[in-house]
């Protein structure tokens, strides 16, 4: 059947409304009709062709959420008029080990994991994201969202609340320990949320003060402005945990002056080009550096299942098929806040 999509078809193009085919789903998979998709910078990474050449026409979107439609015949976790969504892949092989220790991101089986766009999916179709009407899915790959988060609000979580839960769980994020997040845009916004949430007392480490009412809001105590001279070595020594959400490459070797001995810092930020790195920022004070990509099914319900608890949710700003271009120039230059949401009830 077919579905109304937005698409762009080079990295210097622009997104237009196109029509996509969506295969009917087969006996484990679920139709679901897309009502929000959230814009991820890496959404913008990939159109743009910073990460490497993409597959054009490409229908980016991985922060999606919507309502069952029709479901296969085996499928029996799902029902039509469920609330789901789906983050950053939509397949994998299931069985190898990565699979099974629940981190399908890794999946080290034939085709490895398939993105929820740019990849290939069962009907060896490429895959196509969010930003369309509707979207087959193998059901062991959806998520489940809480009644009491609206749509809206929840879709920014499939991606973005992922991507900060996950490390900051690992990682020790918890009362008694003090967390810094790098960078108050999608990610950062839900890693302050979710760090406080946990019991950790934080920091936002922003480019400037403009922020700051919202950071505290969000549940930070301290809030620092690297357009402040000096702020960074202010810092040093400072924190047990870092989260780096930064888009753009920045000094890490003064980032990691910034942790304890024995902390962390924790990059889950990809930007355009490689960073240069002086060693003994991590050797004097056993300091770790480490990298963190998403998160598997069951941790992204456990994340979706923790917000629902501690009330949490994404801000975000609702916008229409017709305003994609415009709130990607708006993201890189950090104006969003803190997540543009397409409402696809806008592409008819
Ligand atoms: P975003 O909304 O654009 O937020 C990025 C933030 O970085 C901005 O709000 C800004 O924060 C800061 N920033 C931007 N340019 C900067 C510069 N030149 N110097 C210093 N700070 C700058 O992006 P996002 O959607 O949160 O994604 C952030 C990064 O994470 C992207 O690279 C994305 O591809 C990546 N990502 C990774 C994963 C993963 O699994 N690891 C998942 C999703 C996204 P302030 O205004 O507060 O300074
Ligand atoms: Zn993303």
Request: charged share 20%.
């Amino acid at each position: 059947m077919q579905a109304i999509a937005y698409a762009i078809d080079s990295p210097t193009g622009r997104f237009a409304r196109t029509t996509i085919e969506r295969r009917d789903p087969g006996p484990t998979e679920v139709l679901f009709d897309v009502a929000f998709a959230g814009i991820c910078h890496s959404d913008i990474h990939t159109a743009r062709g910073e990460w490497g050449r993409a597959n054009y026409p490409l229908v980016p979107g991985h922060e999606v959420a919507g309502i069952v439609r029709q479901v296969g015949s085996q499928v029996s976790r799902f029902a039509v008029g469920d609330r789901v969504g789906v983050g950053c892949f939509v397949d994998s092989c299931g069985e190898c080990e990565q699979c099974r220790a629940g981190q399908e991101q890794f999946c080290e089986g034939d085709g490895g994991t398939v993105w929820t766009y740019g990849g290939v999916g069962r009907d060896g179709l490429p895959t196509a994201g969010g930003y369309s009407t509707c979207i087959t899915v193998e059901q062991d790959y959806l998520l489940r969202i809480p009644d009491s988060i609206e749509l809206a609000v929840a879709a920014p979580l499939l991606c973005a609340g992922i991507t900060t839960y996950s490390p900051l769980h690992r990682w020790g994020a918890g009362p008694g320990k003090r967390v810094a997040i790098v960078g108050m845009g999608g990610l950062g916004h839900m890693g302050v949320q979710l760090a406080a949430a946990m019991g950790a007392e934080v920091a936002v480490i922003s480019q400037t003060r403009s922020k700051e009412t919202d950071g505290r809001r969000f549940g930070a105590s301290e809030y620092y402005a690297t357009s402040e001279e000096g702020t960074l070595r202010s810092l040093r020594r400072s924190f047990d945990l870092m989260i780096n959400t930064v888009s753009a490459g920045i000094d890490f070797t003064r980032l990691l002056g910034c942790l304890k001995v024995g902390g962390a810092l924790v990059d889950v930020g990809l930007p355009e080009h490689p960073i240069q790195l002086r060693l003994n920022a991590l050797i004097g004070g056993n300091r770790i550096l480490a990298g963190s990509q998403i998160g598997g099914i069951a941790e992204t319900q456990e994340m979706l299942d923790f917000c629902a608890d501690h009330g949490l949710a994404a801000q975000v700003e609702i916008i229409g098929g017709e305003d994609i271009n415009d709130a990607y120039d708006k993201v890189v230059a950090s104006q969003v806040r803190y997540r543009y949401v397409i409402d696809t009830s806008t592409f008819a």
